[in-house]
């Protein structure tokens, strides 16, 4: 139906920086929300940030002023600038996507299959 696909995780050095992306396709009608999440080995998923239909965003306290989420709605696509990369943010990240698959229908939360970041000292 709908998937996610992920790309841009690697392994890179403190101070380094990635760019990790998230394209959307199958049966859409309108994208609202899109947002990145991660998940570190033993830790609960946490919410890294987010960029609704209005353009605006919000980030976790812990990455304010060293990434960047993005979105280009003509590819459906939402991207996330890692600058200034810290051990602490090694993690799986998953893209995450609310849309309707019709005119008038429900909205769906989608979910990427996660990509591995691992930042090294």
């Known amino acids: 139906q709908v998937q996610l696909v992920e790309s841009g995780g690697g392994l890179v050095q403190a101070g380094g920086s990635l760019r990790l992306s998230c394209t959307a396709s199958?049966?859409?009608?309108?994208?609202?929300?899109m947002g990145w999440y991660r998940q570190a080995p033993g830790k609960e998923r946490e919410l890294v940030a987010l960029i609704p239909s209005g353009g605006s965003t919000n980030y976790a306290d812990s990455v304010k002023g060293r990434f960047t989420i993005s979105r280009d709605n003509a590819k459906n696509t939402v991207y996330l600038q890692m600058n200034s990369l810290k051990p602490e943010d090694t993690a799986v990240y998953y893209c995450n996507v609310d849309l309707q698959r019709v005119r008038g229908g429900s909205q769906y939360k989608y979910w990427g299959q996660g990509t591995q970041v691992t930042v090294s000292s």
């Open positions: 199958g049966r859409i009608f309108r994208i609202n929300g």
